[in-house]
């Protein structure tokens, strides 16, 4: 039996290897000089931070310039090879095709599983590091943006605010203040996006200033959309305005000579799929709402089936017994006498008792002789519920209190224009146990409940169940893009070897342009496949892997004729 050819191996092996690391070399330089032009261009990135930024991105470019690498260092190896007549005294001493061969297939599998492991934890983590070099000082940005008289998007994904102005300087950061860091504005506007880029709200000020805080010290903080900010955020904003306009696309506006409200930065690094590993972007399939937009959807279904149930059973409980029992933060009862309740966008309004004419809220305090009974009463109320059907508030309006003690008034307070409650929740509150299930579980239990039928309840339902099933198909698309692209790299190899072995005559050149177009098109059709899997679903499957499997016959085909001759 013939022993394996492993002196021309060995010498193979070792051109493949060292060809390849120097074309690899020389490709991801210049795609890494490439990718640092939009953000220096910018103003994004600092000339201080250049040569980082190239070395950061000299890794992730590597998922793209190995194969191409890989490709035509196999052509220039094995044309020297059969050009050196190399090839035929091989195969006169009884080598064949296939064992001259090893050596690509060898380099390519190795190249293969290196793109891998690269995927899986390291071009993830380099692409972290050179986003956070852009995006780690969001006051400079701002500033960067305002210079050149361009608009400033913050956030992505479902939360999205434009900043226009006409003038932004930023301040002395003050020692003993808690914000990162902050910015003022002359001749501001913002306007808030909606999920399909529409603005929902315009306003604009004479001077604003935005407060930066960290999402780390704020977490736990609630933003005007009534989410708390999550320690992984990668700030927290609060931005105070004077003399502000308002307005909405309906065309109902307003004017204020201050206001405030408070939004989150979300974390560009959980929030996009090309920044996480396998693992990650296989938990994203069971708990899409690791993703932040996501989440807002989920929130959103919750706190509708929580405001539905509550509704329903505020009106049975008031048409019982004439009252409905809340829970405040600290336990204690607090029970609110009504004649009925009408719901309308600002929330659920109590109707005034018919012998009283009023609504009439019982509930405690805390005394120096311990709990003390109150009873406010009203003409008017309002209960509204946070966002992702958390705590309730409980507002009355031209209120009065008095303490009652056995039945008897023993001190009243003077009018008060606006009386609250915070932190009241509904006995069998429905939102309880709604807000921890997972996306999937939730629109299960929702499909299931009897408050499927309500048009606000379907209509979350059906925008949620569309974003998990986007997001599912953008974890399907990301990962097979992955492995399709470590398999091109193996068969590229291949492919470089025979076409060079076949066309032995021929230029190197012109030998590797009968590998490269080829190639080529393998890579396009794997881009494609991934952007039409993002779009449809496993169909797009079919082509992105169509282009590995077309490179892989056109492979066979170069070799069979090569095997004739």
Not at 181 to 194: A, K, N, R, T
Not at 343 to 350: K, S, T
């Amino acid at each position: 039996m013939r022993s394996p050819p492993f002196t021309i191996w060995r010498a193979t092996l070792g051109d493949l290897a060292r060809l390849t690391v120097l074309t690899a070399g020389v490709l991801v330089l210049v795609t890494a000089l490439g990718a640092t032009l939009q953000p220096l261009t910018d103003g994004r990135l600092d000339a201080g931070n250049v040569v980082l930024f190239v070395s950061l991105a000299c890794v992730p470019m590597l998922a793209y310039a190995m194969p191409f690498a890989a490709g035509f260092a196999s052509t220039l190896v094995y044309h020297r090879v059969a050009a050196d007549n190399e090839a035929t005294a091989a195969h006169a001493g009884g080598v064949s095709h296939r064992s001259l061969l090893m050596p690509a297939m060898i380099m390519g599998l190795v190249l293969a599983g290196v793109l891998v492991l690269l995927n899986e934890q390291v071009i993830p983590r380099f692409l972290q590091e050179m986003q956070r070099i852009v995006t780690n000082d969001i006051a400079k940005l701002l500033l960067a943006d305002v210079d050149r008289g361009r608009p400033a998007l913050i956030g992505e994904g479902a939360e999205k605010t434009i900043i226009f102005a006409d003038r932004a300087v930023r301040p002395a950061r003050d020692p003993a203040g808690k914000q990162v860091d902050q910015i003022e504005f002359q001749g501001f506007c913002v306007m808030q996006l909606d999920r399909d880029g529409k603005p929902v709200q315009e306003l604009t000020a004479q001077r604003a200033t935005l407060f930066l805080y960290p999402g780390t010290a704020m977490a736990g903080m609630v933003d005007d959309a009534g989410r708390n900010a999550r320690e992984d955020d990668a700030s927290v904003a609060v931005l105070t305005m004077w003399n502000v306009v308002g307005a909405d696309p309906g065309g109902i506006g307003g004017f204020r000579d201050e206001t405030s409200f408070v939004f989150r930065v979300p974390n560009v690094f959980r929030d996009n799929p090309k920044f996480l590993s396998y693992g990650r972007l296989r938990r994203l399939r069971d708990f899409p709402e690791d993703i932040n937009w996501i989440e807002a959807d989920r929130s959103a279904l919750v706190a509708a089936v929580a405001r539905v149930d509550l509704v329903g059973s505020m009106q049975k409980s008031l048409t019982q017994s004439g009252s409905v029992s809340l829970i405040d933060g600290d336990g204690r009862l607090v029970t609110v006498w009504a004649s009925g309740l009408v719901q309308d966008a600002a929330g659920v309004r109590l109707l005034p008792g018919k012998d009283r004419g009023s609504v009439i809220v019982s509930h405690t305090r805390a005394g120096t002789d311990g709990e003390v009974a109150l009873e406010t009463i009203a003409p008017e109320a309002l209960l509204t519920m946070a966002a992702g059907g958390g705590a309730m508030s409980l507002e009355l309006h031209k209120a009065r209190t008095r303490e009652v003690r056995n039945g008897r008034d023993f001190s009243a307070s003077p009018e008060r224009t606006v009386f609250a409650i915070h932190g009241l929740r509904a006995r069998g509150d429905a939102a309880g146990a709604l807000a921890g299930l997972s996306s999937p579980r939730l629109l299960e239990e929702v499909s299931k409940s009897a408050v499927r039928d309500d048009p606000e309840v379907a209509q979350r339902a059906l925008t949620l169940s569309k974003r998990v099933t986007q997001m599912r198909r953008d974890v399907l698309a990301k990962v097979h893009e992955r492995m399709a692209m470590a398999a091109s790299c193996f068969v590229m190899t291949i492919t470089g070897a025979v076409a060079a072995l076949r066309l032995s005559r021929s230029m190197p050149l012109t030998v590797y342009l009968w590998t490269f177009f080829p190639a080529l098109a393998c890579l396009v059709t794997i881009s494609g496949g991934q952007q039409m899997t993002r779009s449809v679903g496993g169909p797009g499957l079919l082509l992105m892997w169509g282009g590995v499997a077309g490179l892989l016959a056109y492979t066979l085909v170069v070799y069979r004729d090569l095997a004739k001759h």
